[in-house]
């Protein structure tokens, strides 16, 4: 069975960095798109970030030059490294395996009609 757990949220104030992980199994990572989505209050579904290999596919414009993802194959980990945190970047985010590169927006998540998702963390910047 697919499983992807992340960790790494928290609360920090404003310019502050937290890192998300999330570990995968069931599947084979390698060949698998990878994403981070987010969800903040009020808002639709966002992806925030993905990675193809060791190639970055997406950042939103909102997170560029913020905000790193990186994966570790030998680990079946992604990563999402979170610098100069803002208020606007509170939200529970989410891992996600298998994703639909070009699906920039859902509704809701996690939607598994979109890839295979994890339980989500909350990330919240105060300011």
């Known amino acids: 069975a697919v499983q992807v757990v992340e960790s790494g949220g928290g609360s920090v104030q404003t310019d502050g960095s937290l890192a998300l992980s999330c570990t995968a199994s069931?599947?084979?990572?390698?060949?698998?798109?990878m994403g981070w989505y987010r969800q903040g209050p009020g808002n639709e579904c966002e992806l925030v970030s993905s990675?193809?290999?060791?190639?970055?596919?997406y950042y939103a414009d909102s997170v560029k030059g913020r905000f790193t993802i990186s994966r570790d194959s030998a680990k079946n980990s992604v990563y999402l490294q979170m610098n100069r945190l803002k208020p606007e970047d509170t939200a529970v985010y989410y891992c996600?395996?298998?994703?639909?590169?070009?699906?920039?927006?859902?509704?809701?998540?996690?939607?598994?009609?979109?890839?295979?998702w994890g339980q989500g963390t909350q990330v919240t910047v105060s300011s």
């Open positions: 996600a395996a298998d994703i639909l590169p070009n699906v920039r927006f859902i509704r809701s998540c996690p939607d598994r009609a979109y890839g295979n």
């Open positions: 069931g599947f084979r990572f390698d060949e698998t798109d």
């Open positions: 990675i193809r290999s060791d190639v970055f596919l």
